[in-house]
């Protein structure tokens, strides 16, 4: 690092001191239901990802762009709870979809119109022959995968380093491994994330780079016959964002099939939020299966995946996909509507209108004030990484400047702009977000930019 970047470093440094105790002081009732949550719930909260430091931001409401915590902070909310909220919070399509869900019958564990109605939607967005219904993205990618083991016979998979796809045992390693652990960068190893995931697995997936055909090249070579397919994010998600390079996805999706192994879309984030159709769409590659969750349900806990009706018809020959709430008629009806009425061909042109105002206005943000970091603009998707070029694999990651997030989050917070705690993620804006809601956020990256810079 030069002289220019130590300064901005260091400044960084003493912003996240100031600003987290600002913080601190603007959320102690957070703090106090913190407390009380700890003795009901582990770290206080239901889902480890949602665990903040010293403590959570503990949230009460949400309408339109906005949200507001427990102590009556109000935030332009670009969390969009992971990524889910692209209709915005409260839409009325959707009030209107659960309240009629509410009053019918939210739940019967027998099928239903309108969840027919609604697979035949994801079917048409995604290019998909046929669908089944999941909870969550952690379900649908570990349904997807058995269907894929089930479809060739073969045991092993092959997932992205750096790359997650939920908390099931088989895709639990090397989502953010320590460089001391991952391995030489043409033979990536295979690492657990997670206390408790059994040590037998550990050779049953195998780890290879983003946005590199090489390295799965040899591996294949070595030992196609045994690897059923390989998971992937087509866009990196869980890094910032990293976009493939052209070529990639159809390559891989060349390479697998002539080993007889099959391509599965982990479109769990992007899909629904980058483009109608997600990355399928954005990128021209249709994978064997794919997998979808968070914005396809409109803010409900609904998941799916499909893809090609011979593979899917291992489900028939015995691969066990069941579900007491799968397809139910809560996130049938909420997710119909934020489909076929909320998230419409205009509403990406819009959103696509409101991410580049976004994107743009940090990119000069950060070279206005000599900030090393970019920006990337994907639709209802984007973030700034801070680390001058873009990011290619996860070995990139390691390299952005963490400090600057760490500074730039209680900043952000503070100046009433909900933003995701890690760096790992990126915003999510919303149908119901407005330029002025966008010029806030903007404005506060700015301000933050120009007290890097005085560092
Ligand atoms: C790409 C990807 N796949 C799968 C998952 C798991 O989804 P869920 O948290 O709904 O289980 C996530 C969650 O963030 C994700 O980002």
Known sequence: MGGAADAITERAKEITYSETRRLLDRTQKSKALFERACKSLPQGVGSSFQAGDPYP?????????????????????????????????????????????????????????????????????????????????????????????AATGRDDIVKIEGSYHGHHDQVMFSVVPNSDVMGGRDQPSSTPMSLGVPKFLEGHTHVVPFNDLTVLERLLAERGDEIACLIIEPVMMNIGIAEPEPGYLQGLKDLLHRHGALLIFDEVKCGATIAPGGATERYGVVPDLACFAKAIAGGTPGAAFGGRADVMEAIERGAAQQGTFNGNPLVAAAGLAALTEVLVPDAYEYLSKLGTRMASGCAAAMTEHGIPGHAVDLGAKGCVSYRPQPLHNYRDFLETNAELFDASYPWMVNRGCFMTPGDEEQWTLSVQHTEADIDRYVDAFADLCAELARG
């Open 57 to 149: 931001i503990y949230l009460r409401e949400g309408r339109g762009s906005r949200v507001w915590d427990v102590d009556d902070n109000e935030y332009v909310d670009t969390h969009g709870g992971f990524g889910c909220m692209v209709v915005g919070h409260a839409h009325p399509k959707i009030v209107e979809a659960i309240t009629r869900a509410a009053k019918t019958g939210t739940h019967f564990a027998a099928p239903t119109e309108e969840m027919v109605l609604y697979a035949e939607e994801l079917c048409r967005r995604f290019e998909l022959e046929q669908v089944r219904m999941a909870n969550s993205g952690t379900e649908a990618t570990m349904s997807a995968i058995r269907v894929a083991r």
